[in-house]
Nanobody, 127 residues
Framework: QVRLVESGGRWVQPGGSLTLSCAAS????????MGWFRQSPGKEREFVAA????????YYGDVAMGRFTISGDGAQSTLVLQMNNLRPEDTAAYYC????????????????????WGQGTQVTVSS
């Protein structure tokens, strides 16, 4: 059974930093991709960032540009999202995703491209 377990979500003040982690068990995704999506109540799911573990190509969504850094380990199938300069609008549940098949670059930001999803970790940014 494949499981993705996220950790690191918590409350933080605006301008602060957080590191989210994701660990996969049950299989490795070294030939596929892993990434992060987020969703807050009343809003659509947003693409945050993804990494194609076969060649370590990284793709950031607009919400992450210049503030977030994604890193991953294909052999271990682990994923980290370093988030800096957090804003209240970053408040959301953050979901780790994984897909074993090779994704073309344009598909990295498509939620339906990922077969596996974690339960989510809540990030709250407020003063």
């Amino acid at each position: 059974q494949v499981r993705l377990v996220e950790s690191g979500g918590r409350w933080v003040q605006p301008g602060g930093s957080l590191t989210l982690s994701c660990a996969a068990s049950g299989r490795t995704f070294s030939s596929g991709a892993m990434g992060w999506f987020r969703q807050s109540p009343g809003k659509e799911r947003e693409f945050v960032a993804a990494i194609r573990l076969s060649d370590m190509y990284i793709y950031y969504g607009d919400v992450a540009m210049g503030r977030f850094t994604i890193s991953g380990d294909g052999a271990q199938s682990t994923l980290v999202l370093q988030m800096n300069n957090l804003r209240p609008e970053d408040t959301a549940a953050y979901y780790c995703v994984a897909e074993n098949s090779r994704l073309v670059l344009s598909m990295l930001r498509v939620p339906e491209a990922y077969e596996y999803w974690g339960q989510g970790t809540q990030v709250t940014v407020s003063s």
